[in-house]
């Protein structure tokens, strides 16, 4: 039975349960909806809540810890070397579970039988050519220690598959009979629905908890791999950045990190100015026609996936700057270039920057720009006189949150700044970012231990650090300074 | 309430009332915001070197008769003012007149005080600043001082000049306004219930210093409190629901009311 | 007031009166300041919008043209000889033809086509001439032959794909400057593409099968199409929405409604708050090492796709839940409460119901921006090459597919210009999307917008 299979029996159980338990309860009080403490349907749902909660929690257990006893008690066919060595060990079992679900295809495709598959031995048939012919590609042949765990594997998910069935059906069972027996008249049936209910917004409420939790843990301890590979301050401090997959790498961080700041740098020196004299003007001098109409069209400019702006630095900005400004002034002849992605990255910033302005400037209370145009200012002495300085500690939170977004941004600095790691200071050399190096060390095929695949994780903990660092101060400006006008 | 009792609270001094020349003529001014008509028909004359107050019960007018004399109206986009203003014999609503060059010559203190989130020296120094009134940073001091002295805030504010305006006390930071105000060194002073929000210490400051002004600026007040306008003010008018009811001494407007409306006011009869 | 009263008091530097009509010096100054001013948030404005134009007319003008398409028509003899040598029909014999057998087909009737209408095929070799049928064709044409055997030895009208050279050749994207120096193409092919135009076998017609087909190789960018990228999307969109509402909803009800003030509700609210800022990228690695590595589930497929995704909406679609829940006012509460319902009814009978709409609307923004999210597909897999339809759903929820913007990537990738073409395509598809979810949205906030 597959788990599939298994969630929605337990839930026609469940189901069943919850007419039974109403019925029930409904019966005990001969139909006299009055005589009972709860709705009839609480009932109901009590005897289904019984039936399916403890049912799931057994079956999500089960899902966790089989494969975990399966991978131990493999390990006694396979040679003690093999075992002894993490790294190979994996690799044995990552082979195991190939060659077993090649032999559960070639059984569904029909290319085996049920018996054939447990029989077959390496020196009677060629196993590689048999899983070949249903879809599973193997990288070397089969030998006969794998073959035989493979088997065993097959036969151990078999009965594991069998005994959970058995277990979470039992378990529902027992939940439900458990609940028909305490359902009577006087029994709180709303009170313990609704406690269960309470524990389901709270587990929800906690995913959040759980992610960055996730985040963290999945960083840090394959970070914590990679510098037991690779030296901390080499990685922290080392000048160069040239990966190379046969081993002796430079990883060095320093490159990646001039580029992400450099990029960075430009797109804030685009985005700042822009985004605040646009929402200056819409807060101060656009009439409610304007600003109902420019809003939303600057706004547009967020709602576009960055993988457009990507494009849009690819073929439109890149080739631009090479033709009319890296060429000519011999900067080189790059498309792809710090200041592609910068520009980009701006563009893109400047509608987060100025919604955030606008609310901060509209938050600026309307007696002070009284008190200024009181004494003879005008509009603009009174905005960069008053108002910007009343503003600036909720702007300079969106400029800070704003720099977390460039930071962070991938799509755009992939497809608009090139790959290669460099520490220069030319704006159109094509430079490279901590995200970049994420995404290409990532993607393609990557052998999970070698430090030029850890590293990424490495990368990536510290992208989140700062950007985490830039958003909690950058929040705790910004409440601070909403506080102070509320 | 018991209108006659209160009336003794209200102590009217005898003054001499001088022949001042009117500062400010307003001729028919009629206000709309939007469809509402807020204010019909105002004539009055407000006289150089005298107190004026403007009372009347709350949403009658007051305020927006106050924001047409320096055109704060003009930062309301739905406001609408028609009628004649001059200040000095030149119409303030003139195509040539600079709205902001008019702020400069008629002051504001508002209901709340709003100082700049910015240093005392500061707040102060802003109109003398944005105007270019001062050469150098000796006179800038001096201004600052001057103005911090006539609103009687000098001895409090000396030592912290540089710490945030916004850290004074309610009736401080009032005071601080009227400073601010004075710097630019108006002809017209406009004070829209300026007292509203402090303590009766802090009331009695201001009050004290609004006479004082008067030497200087003609004053424009709006208050609430009758006796307040009775204590401050030579002259009074009496505003209600958009009209301007009566206009007078302030003696004469409180102990001999010539319409009725401003009788059942001051005895507590509307408002 | 004594002080103010005892002391001398210096008074402000004496002001010549100014006429109020008359402009000075001064004013006209900070009046200039002013306009200027003003005039640089015009400018600031104007540039935003603009480069917005640009970007949206670049990606239009680009992209459009991927939805039509040069196909050759002509007619074709589907010979037994060649197509089923060993002449019995059966349809398990006639798969031992492979497509190479079928393009051979394709060129000898492209070929006499080409004599019977007398058009010259001067400059152009016979291999030439075979490359200017896209190697997408044979495949289709096998795939129509052994859907329907009876049609042996006919002759059909077939209208193929012509080769992505002369696609961009009708479209203005190949030249005959550019041919001279492309190996895929001669100037010539080019002049018979002409010819091929006048005599009617060459046209140009809108090309539904970008919509519908799978991904294609570096060499057929003509064959390429949006259709995993398309089911793929979808997939993980109802996946978010099954995900992500539930849990938002109960969140946000959890927190607005019952949870005590304590260190656990305030850091789940910082929780909330980061999460919603941290980059994409992040998440990404976590779907990587936690989904894939750790949890064991299938790389480039939809369900990965959609739990990363679901980590990364669910702050936005909180927040939205949350403030749409704040928004029903306590006396509808006290009312529920007063006659008797527990919390918990009052909540779930009365203030969800209400804050419906606003659920919603959030929901939609919150699958909008999930639906353009590319970097942490990009680290699960998804930029892997897809050309099979996932099966359909609960299954193909574990197959390997692609998303729309990720289709998008990857085409930017590819060297061919064609595929430049077919990015943008993607583009305006996606685009489309978006701007029906967003409309949708803010349909639904005008109609259920409500003043308490
Ligand atoms: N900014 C404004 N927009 C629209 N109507 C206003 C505005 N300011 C005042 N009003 C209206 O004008 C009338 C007079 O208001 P106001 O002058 O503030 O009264 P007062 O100061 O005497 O209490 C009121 O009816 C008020 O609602
Ligand atoms: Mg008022």
Redesign the interface.
Known sequence: MTVLVLVVATLVIAGVGFFLGRSRALSGVSGNVRDLHSLPGYYGWHVALMAALPAFGVLLVWLIVQPIVIERNIGSLLPAETVADATAFKLAVADIRRVAGGLDAAVLAGALTEASAAELTSGGTDVRAVLAGVGVALGSDVTNDTLLSAQMYRSMTATGALARMIAVLAVALAGLGYALSVTRAEFRARNRVEIVMMGVLITASSIAILTTVGIIWSMLSESLNFFRQYPATEFFFGLTWSPNFRGGSDLGFIPLLWGTLYISLIAMIVAVPLGLFTAIYLAEYAGPKVRAWVKPLIEVIAGIPTVVFGLFALVTVGPFLRDYFAQPFGFGNSGASVMTAGLVIGILNIPFISSLADDIINSVPQSLRDGSYGLGATKSETVKQVILPAALPGIVGAVLLAASRAIGETMIVTMGAGASAKLSLNPFDAMTTMTVKIVGQLTGDTDFNSPETLVAFALGITLFVITLGLNVFALYIVRKYREEYE | MEGPIQMKDIHIEERVVSDHKAKITARGVQVYYGTNHALKDVDVDILAGTVTAFIGPSGCGKSTFLRCL?R?ND?V?SARVVGEIL??G?D?Y?K???P??????V????Q?P?????SIYDNVA???K?????RNKA?LD??V???L????L??EVKDRLQAPGTGLSGGQQQRL?IA??????P?VLLMDEPCSALDPIATA?VE??ID?LRS?FSVVIVTHSMQQAARVSQKTAFFHLGNLVEYGETGQIFTNPKDPRTESYITGRIG | MTVAATNPMPTPPAKATHSLLVPNAAMGRRNAAEKRFRAYGLAAIAVSLSVLGIMLWSIFSDGLSSFFQAKLTFPVTLSSEVLDPAGNGLREEMTKVTTIGYGKLLTAAFTAELAAKGISTEGVTDKQLAEMISKDAPGVLRAKVLGDTSMLDQTITMSVLAAGRIDGYLKGRVTMETAERDGNISPEQLQLADRLKTARILGSSFNTRFLTSPDASDQRPEAAGLGVAILGSAYMMLLVLIICVPIGVATSIYLEEFAPKNRWTDLIEVNISNLAAVPSIVFGILGLAIFINFAGFPQSSSVVGALVLSLMTLPTIIIATRSSIRAVPPSIRDAALGVGASKMQTVFHHVLPLAMPGILTGTILGLASALGETAPLLLIGMVAFVDNYPSAPVEGFMDPATALPVQVYSWASRSDPAFIERSSGAIIVLLVFLVVMNVTAIILRRKFERRW
């Open positions: 320096n704060m930062t986009s200040l000095d030149e303030i003139d040539r007149v600079d902001v060059q008019l702020r400069a010559k002051g504001m203190v508002f709340k709003n100082p700049f989130p910015k802003y109109g003398p944005i105007h270019g009134l001062t006179e001096e201004v001082e001057s103005c002295r006539k609103a009687a000098w001895n306004c601010r105000a004075i710097a630019t060194s002809e400051q004290e210093l004082e200087q």
